[in-house]
């Protein structure tokens, strides 16, 4: 049981190129959320989803963009990368169905995207 | 205004002091307030996770929420070095599922 993982750890971008963070979780958790953290800062969330095929913006998704087909994966893509975008990327998902776990995220590890 | 708010800090504070970090919020949807410790350069771990207002203790946290002040605490008893960390509130609204941290507080415990 893995948990969620994320990939890449680190990544060093130009401006203006794309890429994408993958996301995948294998405890068939419904809800899954993507968060940013600048340094010194709280987790903001950019964008989450309550389960396949469904998405929806957090407190900061411009620049950004999802999908979720399927309940275990859920990339967040970066179009047309720029400085302001340098930060340490979370992925994280819980369960939401009925149980005193339902609400406790699960995070991934971290990934480090710096934008030169 | 944001939907959360939290006293960035940095609070330093003498080992054996009581330490009390807040965070305050505006949306009525928010129904679950949890609190999350974060060492550096690591992802954040569950403290502690509250649904109804009043308080719940473990150990020598305590967490309390007062719903129709749209206010929460969480209290640090006898605080330790090993407790040097940011520490952030975050809140579920009942509405959709999402998910909001505040900016997190900065804590340094001296020995």
């Known amino acids: 049981n893995a948990g969620v993982t994320q990939t890449p750890k680190f990544r060093i971008l130009k401006i203006g190129q794309s890429m994408t963070l993958q996301c995948t979780q294998d405890m068939n958790h419904n809800y899954m959320y993507w968060y940013r953290q600048d340094p010194g800062m709280g987790l903001k969330l950019i964008y989450y989803?309550?389960?396949?095929?469904?998405?929806d913006k957090g407190e900061v998704p411009n620049g950004y963009n999802v999908s979720r087909s399927t309940t275990e994966d859920f990339p967040l893509r970066l179009e047309l990368a720029a400085p302001s975008q340098t930060s340490v990327y979370f992925c994280?998902?819980?369960?939401?169905?009925?149980?005193?776990?339902?609400?406790?995220?699960?995070f991934g590890a971290g990934s480090r995207l710096t934008v030169l | 205004q944001k939907e959360v708010e939290q006293d960035p800090g940095p609070l330093s504070v003498p080992e054996g002091a009581i330490v009390s970090l807040n965070c305050t919020y505006s949306n009525s949807a928010f129904q679950y307030f949890m609190w999350y410790r974060q060492y550096s350069r690591k992802g954040p771990e569950l403290l502690m996770y509250t649904y109804s207002s009043g308080n719940k203790e473990d150990g020598r946290f305590t967490a309390q929420v007062d719903k129709s002040s749209k206010y929460i605490s969480l209290f640090i008893r006898d605080s330790q070095p090993s407790d040097s960390a940011t520490y952030l509130c975050?809140?579920?609204?009942?509405?959709?599922?999402?998910?909001?941290f505040g900016q997190g507080t900065e804590l340094s415990v001296k020995p």
């Open positions: 989803s309550v389960g396949a095929g469904i998405t």
């Open positions: 975050a809140m579920l609204s009942n509405q959709g599922g999402k998910l909001i």
């Open positions: 994280a998902s819980r369960t939401g169905t009925a149980g005193s776990g339902a609400n406790v995220l699960t």
